[in-house]
């Protein structure tokens, strides 16, 4: 779609994005029709906000042209932004009004002068008071009361300084008074995070109803499939993106066609190689025909003979001409979905796994107890500073409890909320083998069947990794390494939406024990297993109790 199609309301052509040397979007282009709902997705880091930026004109690319056509705001709500301490609600909202309020106040004075006798001014009243309603000016403050209500901030009181809202206070704040200001464009940088169910599900409808164009970058896959009309993905490795079609549901459709015919045309391929191997090896073998000469006729003979040959040497060379350029130019094998190492039969541990009683870690941690057996399956919850992180060090033996005891047998292996990125200047090959038998070429060759890194990643070093891929790196060293337990904390938070996918199916084929801490909505509600929600932990001088559900063990 060109800047000229009159269907479009962004258009990105050409972009390219990089900071300190390091390329973010490479020649990018894409376009956002009128009405859609986009989805942009992408590991973190891979550069789904530089895109929503520089979409909303609030950064420039370093080459490359963004045309935007729309008669109404364009509206964005960035991570990054911060609304100033000082200020009231009341005035974020008319700050966020403050079109709509120009407006208003235009038509006032227009109104003046018409009652002192001003007739001049009339057209210009009809032109203005025209563009007022259909911004919907006369709707502004019940669509504002509407957001604030959707977002759980009705009862907020407009003389309220900012800074006194805590941080998930002041994001639905900025959300919601974008929302009421009702913008022709609308982009949004995770806009579920900090809501509640209600306020999510108020949100989603809203966005579905809306007139406009919205586009938003979200790792929420319930989100994107109950919003979105199509998905954007952007891919931190190539720094290009990929269209699809049907919002979460076409995306998921559309890879694995993609995997079905990469399959496809890999099995072609090696059956064509073999085929040409095999017609040049023959033929190389053949002779001219070895008939008698009946006539004596010795050098009519070798004439046929040596036509013979020149012919199976032509063919030789067409075909290991064919088969040189298949070799150059291969379709490998996608690589086989995520499947975690299992412990070897007769090796694993049975019977009680893990055993937490009363384990405690005041101020941090309420006393919780839980045991897991091979096959079980916890999925723990509750809110921010409940201890969920906490529990999961406990478990893992990284940390010990101040109160109460932990029970550990078998090999355990934990996946941290934030990978580390280790040692400065270590590679990411290194890193991956890092404490493990083996030469680099063996790592080198685990690591790219796992398909996570392309082989001219293995030599980047680690602390120049986005999040997302340090993210990948942490856990191909965890899914090549037999345990009996796994414990996960918030996997799901950096990886793609591909990704994601298959860890989730790669932990319901586990054998052994996993507990999983996730606000994941969709990972919460396919969760087939035992729940444990953690309450927030009393003060260090205070004690209070978190119980798992009935589903869960207990100690």
Known sequence: ?????????????????????????????????????LGIVGENGSGKSTLLRILAGAERPDSGKVFIRSRGQVGHLAQEEELLAHLTVQQVIDRALGELRGMEAGLRRLERRMEDGDTSVLTDYADLLTTYELRGGYEADARVERALHGLGLLRL????????????????LRLATLLAAEPEVLLLDEPTNHLDDSALTWLEEHLRTRRGTTVAVSHDRVFLDRVTTSLLEVDGDTHTVVRHGNGYTGYRAERAAARERAEQAHEAW????????DAAAGTARRVAPGRARKDGNKMAYDRAAGRVQQSLASRVRQAEERLGRLLAQPAPRPAPP?????????????????????????????????????????????????????????????????????????????????????????????????GRAGHPEEHAEQLLALGLFHRDRLGVP????????????????????????????????HLSLALVEELETALRDFPGAVAVVSHDRMLRARW?????????????????????TPAAHAA
């Open 528 to 548: 087939q297993g035992a729940r444990l929600d953690l309450a927030a932990a009393a003060p260090a001088d205070g004690r209070s109790a978190a119980l798992p």
């Open 1 to 37: 779609m060109t800047a000229t199609d009159t269907s479009a309301r962004l258009t990105a052509l050409d972009v390219t994005k990089a900071y300190d040397g390091r390329l973010v979007l490479g020649s990018v282009t894409c376009s956002v029709t009128a009405g859609d709902r």
């Open 270 to 277: 090696t059956t064509e190689v073999a085929r040409l191997r």
């Open 462 to 493: 680690v602390g120049s990794l986005s999040a997302g891929q340090r993210q990948r790196l942490a856990l191909a060293r965890l899914v090549t390494e037999p345990y009996d337990v796994l414990l996960l904390d918030e996997p799901t938070n």
């Open 338 to 434: 995520l499947r975690f190492t299992v412990v070897p039969q007769g090796g694993e541990a049975r019977g009680t796994l893990l055993a937490a009683h009363s384990a405690e870690v005041p101020g941090r941690l309420a006393p919780t107890s839980l045991t897991l057996g091979p096959g079980d399956r916890l999925l723990i919850g509750g809110p921010n500073g409940a201890g969920k992180s906490t529990l999961l060090d406990l478990l893992a033996g990284t940390a010990e409890p101040a109160h109460g005891r932990v029970e550990r047998r078998g090999r355990i292996g934990l996946l941290h909320q934030l990978p580390d990125p280790g040692p400065d200047g270590l590679t990411v090959l290194a890193a991956y083998g890092q």
């Open 157 to 172: 009181r407009r003389d309220c300084p900012v800074g006194a809202l805590s941080g998930g206070g002041r994001v639905r």
